[in-house]
T-cell receptor, first 112, second 114 residues
């Protein structure tokens, strides 16, 4: 079963607008959530994370929101830039010790 | 500081052969994760090692195996290669087991089975 789900395979946004990428999880043991960005033929690079004790974390243009009751998190990118075009992966882990589990990714395309 | 390094970058094998992929974690990191990214799919969790022990295993057949050495580097072995094993294999390391910390990825090994 898929413990981390990214239900939108792709998202297209215009430069300067907001990009919202969504992620749902099923395992209630997860308490640490991360977003990674991946370009073709490269390894994923860490973008931003959030602990389950918070509901929001900001880093520049990137903000992650966590709704624990809904088991849902989202990544907001404002304003979106063409260089943000990449595959974005949501990931989750548990302090009790689970591996980092990834969603299938969402391909973001930002047009100028 | 050197990042996660993987070797080889590319590997071409024939169906039925064995492949060995290697990963050196960031200095000081004790946890190593292996993931498979097949065409059109996300990052499928394969194996997780920490302090030399296998901590968790993904939903892959036993012909996918590995180990972690005393210096925390790791090896992924794939036996009896099948065409569908062709994928990008990614290794990641993190400083500790559990806790609030991100994993850092290498560039991956592109395995092609012909």
């Amino acid at each position: 079963d898929q413990q981390v789900k990214q239900n939108s395979p792709s998202l297209s946004v215009q430069e300067g607008r907001i990009s919202i990428l969504n992620c749902d999880y099923t395992n209630s043991m997860f308490d640490y959530f991360l977003w990674y960005k991946k370009y073709p033929a490269e390894g994923p690079t860490f973008l931003i994370s959030i602990s389950s004790i918070k509901d929001k974390n900001e880093d520049g243009r990137f903000t992650v929101f966590l709704n624990k009751s809904a088991k849902h998190l989202s990544l907001h990118i404002v304003p979106s830039q063409p260089g943000d075009s990449a595959v974005y992966f949501c990931a989750a882990s548990a302090r009790a010790g689970t591996a980092l589990i990834f969603g299938k990714g969402t391909t973001l395309s930002v047009s100028s | 500081e050197a990042g996660v390094t993987q070797s080889p970058t590319h590997l071409i094998k024939t169906r039925g052969q064995q492949a060995t992929l290697r990963c050196s974690p960031i200095s000081g990191h004790t946890s190593v994760y292996w993931y498979q990214q097949a065409l059109g799919l996300g990052l499928q969790f394969l194996l997780w090692y920490d302090e030399g022990e296998e901590r968790n295993r993904g939903n892959f057949p036993p012909r996918f195996s590995g180990r972690q050495f005393p210096n925390y580097s790791s090896e992924l072995n794939v036996n009896a290669l099948e065409l569908e094993d062709s994928a990008l294999y990614l290794c990641a390391s993190s400083p500790q087991w559990g806790g609030d910390t991100e994993a850092f990825f290498g560039q991956g090994t592109r395995l092609t089975v012909v």
